[in-house]
Structure formats: structure tokens, C-alpha cells
């Protein structure tokens, strides 16, 4: 009886100190993980990607998500494409999207959709994307930090244009990316795409990219830094790869490709921390990184 | 409590590095072609790829149908005689010889005929709003996809792949699925497209089946057809290569068996 007692002041204490960490779940042993600090005023986001298969994985995961979220307060989620796999009639949006997230929208939490090569260019037209029928756009959710949304599928000459173009244009002092297919990643079933990687590599040294997000792969991995640009790849909202990565590769600085995971990310100052969760509420990664400031 | 999976490698560093050389040497076309139109590159790029550039542009030239300049044009060397260095454009897709050029030409007319089709009946149609919903999305489809069938009435397989085209895509992209790559391109393509569709029935004006995934279009067969307006897609169905209306969501024709098994 009283080493139940004891037991259970312990366990008490355990999450006292937990949550007195800051905001984060369960995390390996041997590393300590980086909270993410929650400070007000600061830009705080999701990432999901290759989720829409409506099933209950992806179902517990938009619960961690919105889990998340009541604690985390994110403004929007950006997704990194194959956001609706499969059929797509207006039954399968439900299923597929509205119901899952159906507490974050209610919640004033926006999506912004980048399309996979497994997604029908009409999902530029729903509202909820709010892609506002474009293939390919920017947007800056706060001062300072801008968003490109990229149709890696179709990176015609005009694409490419448009995003160099958008990107001189751009003084914010955070330009992230986002798009489908990763320029750098371990996954064994599409690994890297070089030809995108040689087009849109210089693109982002030249102008100043600090992040980048892909999907495509099902897993998650946090690339190492490449060229100073932080990639990440999050393909594990929905239809999981296990044991995808190619651990060999070299470019992994952390992955995770046994469960389900969704990355939040928070943006304060100069710098970036973010969080990989996975569908049971671990913390699978964490981190921060600080922008990129080249100088003309 | 979290761990990191620990697994025993499968793959050796320097298969990765060979497999990433060759997949290097698909890159040219495009990045020829933003080195010759944009600025932002550093001109010291350019240096090595002048021969690449005046290659490139004349295989676009002759792709694009411009046959009344196909004679005028040297005969490039065929495809299997380019060296394994040569630029994809030269040793994957081409250059064309002027006949498959004249070949290809003759589908990019009908391309522009049926896009001057759907052109008209989509002006006919209340326009979709930038913020719609699903409903809204499907609403459109099926009303553009009655009005293309209505107006496609006796469309059939070949009007838009020609009798003409058929062999030349059938060609080039066996030579595609024949590369170093083409194991690797072929499971992309079948990945979520398992379900699909020994069973499904293809036909000119049929709608894309909706409880079949749309399959990846890998970008080395993009590079290899001829290419579409946003409102025209390449699709695989099965072993099937499909071209797609996305808006209308119909079939607008299709080649089958196009995927070596």
C-alpha cells in the first residue's frame, strides 16, 4: 500500500515537472527535448502532410494535433501535399479532412495546401486550402515571416519564375517554403529529388530560405542542414512507411518512420523551434534553429 | 518511452551516390532551359552548357510540331547512339528524328483543337469561385463533363494520341522505363495505384473513375511527352497512360498497356 502511495506522489511530481518544462510530450531518454517556449506574440504553426486517407491513424493523429492545440495555440496549419488520397468526391473531403480536423477549423486554425502528385489540381478551389484557385502563392500570416506554397509535381519554366521573382520581392526576415516533393530525403521509396534540388536549390541560397518542407516520403525526418536551409520532411500524417528510412544516407539529422507524426513549430525572434509529435503524443523530435541572414 | 529504431543498413553510401549521379544527368532539361531564359543564374553556369542549350532548343523546336522548319534542320543522332554522358534531353527523350517529331505534331494539333473546345464550353459554365466547396467542386465537374461529352459525342481512342503519336510516345517512354531508373519509375507509378484497374473500363468521355487514387506521374516521363496546359494532365490507370481533363474529370483519351509489365 505504501509503495502504491509513494508511487503515485512520484508520478504526480513527474508530471508537475513535465509540464512545468514547457510544451512537450514523452521524449527519448537520451536527449533532452527542446519545448517549445509558447511565448505570446510569437508565430506558431503546423506541418502535415500525405494524410488524407481517412482512416483512424489519421483520425488520432488530428486528435494529437488538436490535442496540441489547446495548449499550443497555432494559427494554421501549412500541408505539404497528397492532402486528399484517393477518391475525391465531396464525401471524401469530409472524410477525409473536415471531419478529422473538425475541431482545429472550428477553431479559427487555417489551412494552407500545397498539392502532391497524388492530389487533383481542382483542390486549389476549396475553400478550406485556402489556395484561392492557385496552383502556386505566398503569404505572410504575420510581419516578418513569409510562406511559399510550391506545385513541385508541375515545376514548369512560369512556376519557377514566379517563385524567384516572389522571393526577391520578399524582405521578410523568415522565408519558409513548402511543397510536396523533397529536395533532400532518406526515404527508400522516392529518396531526393535532384532534378527539383538543382532548380530550386539556388533559388533559395540566393534568396535567403531558412526552412523548407516537403512531404511525399511517409515518414518524418529533420534533414541536416544543407547549405545553411533547414529541410524537413513530413509525410507521416496518414499512410505510414515503415522502416522507410534509408538510415544510410547520410542526410538524417533525426527520423522517425514507426508511427504517425505532425511537426508544430514556433517562430520567435530570429529563431525557430519545433516539435515532431506522433500520433500516440510523443515528442519524436525537437529543436530550434535560427534563420539564415545573408548578406547582399 | 520513445526510441529511435535502430536498423541494419541496406543500402551502401556509394549505391546511393551511383544512383544519384545518374539520376543527375536527368536534370538537364530543365535547368537548361531556366539557364537560357532566366538571369538569376550564374553566368559561369552557362559556360558548359552553350552545346546543350542550342541542342535543347532545336529538339523543342521540332517537338512542338514547328514541321514546316523540319527539314531545314540537321537529322540528330538517334537516341541509342547518344553517348551515356549526353544530357537527358538527348539520351532519354530524343532528339527527335524529324519524322517522330512530325509524329508528335500531329497530336499537339489535336491538343490545341480539343483545348479550343473546352475553352468555349467552360465560358458556357458560371465560373467556379476562388473559395468553393466541395459540392460547388463537383457541381462544376459534372457540368462541364455533360457539356465535353455532349460536344465529343463520337470521340474515340486516337483522336487525340494520333495513330501517328502512339508509337513515338510507346517508344520513347520504353526507353524511359528501360533506363537506369525505369524499375524505380515503374513502382512509383503502380504506388497507390495497386487497386486500380485491370478491372476498370477505360473510354474516351468516360469519368475518371472516382474511387481510384490518381497515380504518381513521375518527372522523367513529363519531360518525355509533349507537353500540356494546366488543364490537361498525364495520369496512369493501371498500366494505362490516360489523358485527363482535370476540370471536366473525364478521359479525354488513352493508350493502354504503356507500362511494361
Known amino acids: 500500500m505504501r509503495i502504491r502511495q509513494w508511487s503515485s506522489v512520484a508520478l504526480v511530481l513527474l508530471l508537475i515537472w513535465a509540464g512545468a518544462a514547457g510544451v512537450h510530450a514523452i521524449q527519448s531518454p537520451a536527449e ?18 500525405d494524410f488524407g486517407v481517412g482512416d483512424q491513424k489519421q483520425f488520432q493523429l488530428a486528435d494529437q494535433m488538436a490535442t496540441l492545440h489547446g495548449r499550443f495555440k497555432y494559427d494554421l496549419v501549412v500541408t505539404v501535399g497528397d492532402n486528399i488520397l484517393g477518391s475525391e468526391r465531396p464525401q471524401d473531403f469530409q472524410k477525409k479532412f473536415e471531419i478529422p480536423y473538425k475541431p482545429l477549423l472550428d477553431a479559427g486554425v487555417k489551412f494552407y495546401a500545397s498539392l502532391g502528385n497524388h492530389d487533383s489540381r481542382e483542390q486549389r478551389f476549396y475553400k478550406l486550402f485556402n489556395m484561392e484557385g492557385k496552383l502556386y502563392y505566398s503569404f505572410s500570416p504575420k510581419a516578418k515571416i513569409r510562406f511559399f506554397a510550391f506545385d513541385s509535381t508541375y515545376p514548369e519554366p512560369e512556376q519557377i519564375r514566379w517563385l524567384e521573382k516572389e522571393l526577391a520581392a520578399s524582405n521578410d526576415d523568415w522565408k519558409i517554403v513548402f511543397f510536396h516533393q523533397p529536395l533532400y530525403s532518406s526515404g527508400r521509396t522516392h529518396g531526393s529529388d535532384l532534378q527539383l534540388r538543382e532548380v530550386l536549390e539556388p533559388l533559395f541560397l540566393k534568396h535567403n530560405v531558412s526552412v523548407v518542407l516537403s512531404g511525399h516520403d511517409h515518414v ?77 | 518511452m520513445y526510441t529511435t529504431p535502430i536498423r541494419e543498413p541496406k543500402t551502401e553510401i556509394p549505391a546511393e551516390l551511383d544512383r544519384c549521379r545518374l539520376e543527375a544527368k536527368h536534370m538537364a532539361e530543365t535547368l537548361l532551359e531556366l539557364e537560357a531564359k532566366s538571369s538569376y543564374e550564374d553566368q559561369t553556369r552557362l559556360v558548359g552548357s552553350r552545346i546543350g542549350v542550342v541542342s535543347l532548343v532545336a529538339a523543342t523546336i521540332l517537338a512542338l510540331g514547328a514541321c514546316t522548319s523540319c527539314n531545314q534542320l540537321p537529322t540528330p543522332r538517334a537516341t541509342s547512339e547518344s553517348p551515356s554522358s549526353a544530357p537527358a ?173
Open chain 2, 89 to 261: 534531353t538527348e539520351r532519354v527523350v530524343g532528339p527527335l528524328t524529324p519524322a517522330d517529331a512530325q509524329a508528335l505534331a500531329t497530336m499537339n494539333d489535336r491538343l490545341r483543337q480539343y483545348l479550343d473546345l473546352r475553352t468555349k464550353i467552360e465560358r458556357s459554365l458560371p465560373k467556379l469561385p476562388k473559395e468553393a466547396t466541395p459540392q460547388q467542386i463537383d457541381k462544376n465537374q459534372r457540368a462541364m463533363e455533360k457539356l465535353v461529352r455532349e460536344a465529343r459525342a463520337t470521340a474515340k481512342p486516337g483522336d487525340i494520341f494520333t495513330p501517328e503519336a502512339r508509337p513515338v510516345i510507346q517508344r520513347l517512354l520504353a526507353s524511359v522505363f528501360g533506363g537506369p531508373d525505369g524499375k524505380q519509375l515503374k513502382a512509383a507509378i503502380m504506388d497507390e495505384n495497386q487497386a486500380a484497374p485491370s478491372k476498370v473500363k477505360l473510354a474516351v468521355n468516360g469519368r475518371y473513375p472516382d474511387t481510384v487514387p490518381l497515380a504518381t506521374v513521375p518527372p522523367q516521363v513529363l519531360q518525355t511527352l509533349p507537353k500540356l496546359t494546366e488543364d490537361l494532365e498525364y495520369r496512369f490507370i493501371g498500366d494505362s497512360l490516360i489523358l485527363l481533363d482535370v476540370r471536366a474529370h473525364v478521359i479525354a483519351d488513352f493508350i493502354e498497356d504503356i507500362v511494361p509489365k
Open chain 1, 32 to 49: 533532452s527535448p527542446v519545448a517549445l517556449p509558447n511565448k505570446d506574440g510569437s508565430f506558431k504553426f503546423s506541418v502535415l502532410g
Open chain 1, 220 to 296: 518524418y525526418e529533420r534533414v541536416k542542414p544543407q547549405k545553411g536551409i533547414a529541410y524537413f520532411v513530413v509525410g507521416s500524417g496518414g499512410r505510414l512507411r515503415v522502416g522507410n528510412i534509408d538510415r544510410k544516407s547520410g542526410l538524417t539529422a533525426k527520423g522517425f518512420d514507426t508511427d504517425q507524426a505532425f511537426m508544430a513549430a514556433e517562430i520567435s525572434g530570429d529563431q525557430m523551434y519545433f516539435n515532431a509529435i506522433s500520433r500516440l503524443g510523443q515528442t519524436v523530435d525537437s529543436g530550434v534553429l535560427t534563420r539564415r541572414k545573408i548578406t547582399p
